[in-house]
Structures are given as structure tokens and as C-alpha cells.
């Protein structure tokens, strides 16, 4: 499905803001997986998904997915396999255009674009349907513009436009981060719903150490652009949020430096 | 009472005027609104269209054809500052601004001089000022802003079926939100090009209609075609609004560009009959844009700005301590 195999950036060589991101990362995920990431600022978290989606070319190492190495293909050309949402709301939509383009365009991630309509009849009755499993009420402003939309209702559009056409792997970049924790529930829970029901690989970057060991079937842990801790099934059901720390102090030798992990360590969501 | 016959007749001519720069407008409409680039290749490129019109029509191609290559000349000059812009990595007012530098030495080659005149007495012109102005009746006057309103239409409407198709939506996007865009799968780079060379494309045809409607190319007919397309696309946006409201479409936004540039034109009228001399045409072009792009700014801060909270605060303080 997805394997990364000793991948290596640095940003600004040569410069004083050298940074080593990723220090040969290497995970094979296994159809179906749903892995959450956690780790302390600058782990290297985010940067994975950036390097996986192909925000910019990495130095080494090779990205599989489905058997074909994607290292060298541009960010729009890997879309084709790739759902993602981000962190910002107002990233994963075009806050111009009508909820129903939005998801005409996402429609049409991965394929050849022409001169055929951007959309049609056929798909506007379709994307009334789905907007209706959101239970939000977009179904009934398909033609409004997205930008007036909140931040909660935009991250359940992406979410949908994400796996709309189903991706071989669904990035979630801490996209509940910026959202209040009630909101930020109801979009992780729709985010489970979505991936079981479609069977989807995924990948979820947080900081909440509660949802990262609630939700999925593997979790694993970044210091320093490396995974060091990766654990999955039966073990992973039974960490808790205190494991979790101890664990991270042990492989990494030092406490854990992410401010925002730390103060939702006691959250339940 | 003179002033007013002046005026009057004057404005068929405005009409006409106004709607051929619509057309260029229109150009700039979808750069800058739509496609989010400020470009300011139009400077040159409508020029170039009508170098590229005289020209071939001078050495007898036929009207329509010289037209279509008005057209792809300017395509060309977009295709050019889109592709210093994507694959240079030029910033886009820079790359807008070498092609349009550029296009000058290249007007005056096509021209072989800084002007050259067509006389519609001896072409068959599709647009001429003269019989506009030329004792015509006032049928005559009708029917070359008819033929301007017709061609205008027919660009709206070809232009709503491109941005209703694949291409048109993946052009809006890259415009609203690159990083969205090419997470859809949408090469931002090519729908940026497209965007462009679409844009200037039209820009080149609208000097193909100035240049026969005006009876001559000239090398410096494009400067400050910019600020007088910006003029439309913001005179129309403002009157568009206020109007329409919330059914302000796509279709309504392009015809409100060219309203825009015949109102344009005919506000330049009305300011040159106060007997200023044409000299200052451009200046006034920048003003009224200033004016246009100030006023939006202007009315919001004054319904709330720093000056207000400290009266109002200062009021509060008063109360409470008395």
C-alpha cells in the first residue's frame, strides 16, 4: 500500500537555518491501517505527510505506493493517489467557489481535465445526497460559497472531498487542531466513520496523545525526523497517555518538548 | 447648450469606444480577479494586436483572419509572461512588466515605424470611427455599437461556457487556492499559462478592433491600458454590486466590466469638455482608479477606525467619573 523507505530532507542547506527534517524514515503500512503520529515540535510529523503528498522533492529514499515509486513525480501528479486535509480550514477548500464546485473539483482529483462542464446534473443530486450523511445542513446551500462556511463545516467538506474519490492513503494533518473541542469531536468522529466505511489507509498527525491511542489501529512516535517508537494491535490498545510519555523520554533521552501535547494530555476526545 | 450637442454627440462614439476597451477589460478581468495575478503585459500585448491587425489587413488578408491573429499574437505575449512567471520563478508583476518592455521594440518592428494608418475607404474595416463621426445619421451610429455590443456578447458568452468546463473551474481554483488546487490534482502551473495567454489573447484582439476602429496602430497606443482596464473591472464591480446584489454572477461581472469601461469613457468625456486639454488623459485614468480603489477602504474606516474607538472610550471615561 504505502512504504517509505530511508527518507532524508533538509531544508535550507547551506545556510544557519539548516534544518535535518526527516533522518531516513522508513514504515510499511499495511492496507487498512490507520496510523496516528505524535511526537515533539519539529519531530518531523507534518514534514512526513508533506513528503509523502510531494509538497516539495525529498533528498533520498524512495515513497511506494501501490507497488510504484512516487519520489519522482510533482504534488498535482501524486494527488492522483492522495486524499489530504490540513491543519488551516482554510487550506483544503476554495473559499470562493460554491460547495458544489468544491466537490466537483475533488471529483476530478486524479483525472484528465478537458473542456467537458466542471459539473453536471448527475453530480449535483449525488453530492446532495452526501452532503446529507454530514448532518450539517450543507445539503441544502450546495450553492453557496465555501467561504462562508466555519471552520468545523469546512474541515467536514474537506474531509469528504478527501475520499470523494477514494485515495489509496487519506493524510489528516492535525486537522481538528484548529478547531474548538466540540466541533473537533464531531470531525474525528466523522473521520473514523469515513475511513472504516471505506476501508481507507491513513495517516493522522496530532498532538492529543488520547486520540492518538483512541483512534486507529497503530501509533507511531517522531523525534528528530525518525520514528522511534511504532506499535500496533492489542499493545496499542492498552497504552495510556503516561506510557506514552515514559516511553518517549526513554527513546529519546530527554522529556517530551511539544507545549500543546502536553496540556491536552489529560483531554478525553 | 453647445457643450451638450458636443456631448451628445460624442457619445455613440464613447459607446463604441467603451466597449472595445470592455473587451480588454474583460482580458484584465481575468487575470486579475479571477486568476488572482496582477499582469501588466496588457500594456503591451494590446499593442501588439494591433500592430499584428493594420499589418496583415495593409497586406490585403482579410479582416476576420487578421483578427484571429491579432488574437494568437496576444496569446503569444501572455504565454510568454506565464512562462518567465512558471518556470523562471519570475514574481508575476515582474514578469508582466519585462514582456510588456519587450513588446514595445517588437510593436515597432511588426510596424516598421511608431505608427501606421488604415483607412477604412480603402479596407473593408469591420469598425471605423468615421462613420461614426462621418454625417452618417444616427443609423449608422447604431449599428457600429451594435456591432461592438454583438461582438462583446459573444466573448461573454464564450467565456461563461470556458470557466463552466474543466479548464475554466481548475483556473478559478489555482486563483482562490494554489495549495487546494494541487492537492486536486490541478498542475497550478499550466492553468496559470492558460489563464494568461486567454487573457492577453483578448487583450490582442481588442487592439485589433482599436487599431480599425480608430484608423491606425500605434506604438504607444497601449500605455496605461492597465489602469484603464483596472478602471472597468472596478467601476463595474462597484455599480454591479450596488445594483444587483447577491444575483452579481459571472455573466452580470463580465458585463458590468464593460459597462464599466463605457463609463469610463464617457466620465472622460464629460472631464474634457471642462476644457482640460488631453494631456492629462492618463492622469485622470489614475485618479478615477485611486478613487475607485480608495473608496471601499475610505467607507469602512469610517464606520469604525482608531479616531472613533478613542471618541467613544473617551465618552465612557467621562461618565464614570462623574
New interface residues.
Given amino acids: 500500500m504505502l512504504e517509505l523507505i530511508d527518507v532524508k530532507k533538509t531544508f535550507n542547506v547551506g545556510t544557519i537555518n539548516e534544518k535535518k527534517a526527516l533522518d531516513g524514515v522508513s514504515i510499511k503500512l499495511d492496507e487498512g491501517d490507520f496510523v496516528t503520529i505524535i511526537g515533539g515540535n519539529g519531530a518531523g510529523k507534518s514534514t512526513t505527510l508533506n513528503a509523502i503528498a510531494g509538497v516539495w522533492p525529498i533528498d533520498s529514499g524512495a515513497i511506494i505506493i501501490n507497488g510504484q515509486n512516487v519520489a519522482g513525480l510533482p504534488e498535482h501528479k501524486r494527488a492522483k493517489f492522495i486524499g489530504r486535509v490540513f491543519q488551516d480550514p482554510m487550506t483544503g477548500t476554495a473559499a470562493t467557489m460554491e460547495i458544489q464546485e468544491n466537490l466537483a473539483l475533488a471529483k476530478r482529483r486524479g483525472n484528465p481535465r478537458g473542456l467537458r462542464w466542471g459539473i453536471t446534473r448527475a453530480e449535483r443530486e449525488e453530492y446532495h445526497e452526501l452532503l446529507k450523511t454530514l448532518d450539517l445542513g450543507l445539503e441544502d446551500r450546495m450553492t453557496s460559497k465555501v467561504g462562508l462556511l466555519s471552520g468545523g463545516q469546512r474541515q467536514a467538506l474537506t474531509l469528504l472531498m478527501a475520499t470523494l474519490k477514494k485515495p489509496d492513503i487519506l493524510l489528516l494533518d492535525e486537522h481538528t487542531a484548529a478547531l474548538d473541542p466540540k466541533t473537533a469531536a464531531k470531525v474525528l468522529e466523522l473521520s473514523d466513520k469515513i475511513i472504516e466505511e471505506n476501508r481507507l489507509t491513513a495517516m493522522m498527525v496530532t498532538h492529543n496523545m488520547s486520540a492518538a491511542i483512541k483512534h486507529g489501529n497503530r501509533l507511531i512516535m517522531m523525534n528528530s525526523g525518525r520514528i522511534i517508537y511504532d506499535v500496533k494491535g492489542e499493545e496499542k490498545k492498552n497504552l495510556t497517555v503516561d506510557m506514552l510519555l515514559e516511553k518517549f523520554e526513554q527513546a529519546s533521552g530527554s522529556a517530551l518538548s511539544n507545549d500543546r501535547m502536553l496540556l491536552s494530555k489529560h483531554d478525553n476526545i | 447648450m453647445n457643450v451638450l450637442t458636443t456631448f451628445l454627440n460624442a457619445f455613440p462614439g464613447n459607446i463604441s469606444q467603451g466597449l472595445i476597451w470592455g473587451i480588454m477589460a474583460i482580458g484584465v478581468y481575468i487575470t486579475y480577479k479571477i486568476l488572482d495575478f496582477p499582469d501588466l503585459t496588457v500594456d503591451g500585448s494590446i499593442g501588439t494586436g494591433g500592430a499584428v491587425a493594420v499589418v496583415l489587413i495593409l497586406n490585403g488578408v482579410p479582416v476576420w483572419l487578421a483578427l484571429v491573429a491579432a488574437f494568437a499574437a496576444g496569446c503569444l505575449a501572455g504565454l510568454i509572461t506565464g512562462l518567465l512567471n512558471t518556470l523562471l520563478g519570475i514574481p508575476g508583476i515582474l514578469a508582466g512588466i519585462l514582456t510588456q518592455i519587450a513588446l514595445y521594440s517588437v510593436n515597432l518592428a511588426i510596424l516598421g515605424g511608431s505608427n501606421k494608418s488604415i483607412s477604412v475607404d480603402k479596407f473593408p474595416l469591420l469598425l471605423s470611427s468615421r462613420r461614426v463621426a462621418v454625417s452618417g445619421g444616427f443609423a449608422m451610429f447604431g449599428w457600429e455599437v451594435g456591432k461592438c455590443l454583438i461582438i462583446v456578447a459573444l466573448l461573454i458568452a464564450a467565456l461563461y461556457w470556458?470557466f463552466?468546463?474543466?479548464?475554466?473551474?481548475?483556473i478559478?481554483?489555482t486563483g482562490?487556492?494554489s495549495?487546494?488546487?494541487?492537492?486536486?490534482?490541478?498542475?497550478?502551473k499550466k492553468s496559470t499559462v492558460i489563464a494568461l495567454v486567454l487573457s492577453n489573447g483578448l487583450v490582442g484582439l481588442a487592439g485589433g478592433f482599436l487599431a480599425q476602429y480608430q484608423g491606425f496602430a500605434d506604438v504607444n497606443m497601449g500605455r496605461g491600458a492597465i489602469v484603464i482596464g483596472l478602471a472597468a473591472v472596478i467601476i463595474g464591480e462597484v455599480l454591479g454590486s450596488a445594483i444587483l446584489g447577491k444575483r452579481f454572477n459571472f455573466v452580470a461581472r463580465l458585463s458590468f466590466t464593460a459597462v464599466g469601461a463605457i463609463i469610463y469613457f464617457i466620465v472622460l468625456q464629460i472631464v474634457m469638455l471642462t476644457g482640460l486639454p488631453s494631456t492629462y488623459n492618463k492622469l485622470f485614468s489614475a485618479v478615477v482608479v485611486a478613487v475607485f480603489l480608495a473608496v471601499p477602504y475610505i467607507r469602512k474606516s469610517l464606520k469604525t477606525s482608531y479616531g472613533r474607538a478613542a471618541k467613544s472610550s473617551a465618552k465612557k471615561g467621562e461618565s464614570r467619573n462623574a
Fill in positions: 470556458f463552466g468546463t474543466e479548464y475554466g473551474f481548475t478559478r481554483a482562490c487556492n495549495n487546494m488546487s494541487r492537492a486536486q490534482g490541478i498542475n497550478t
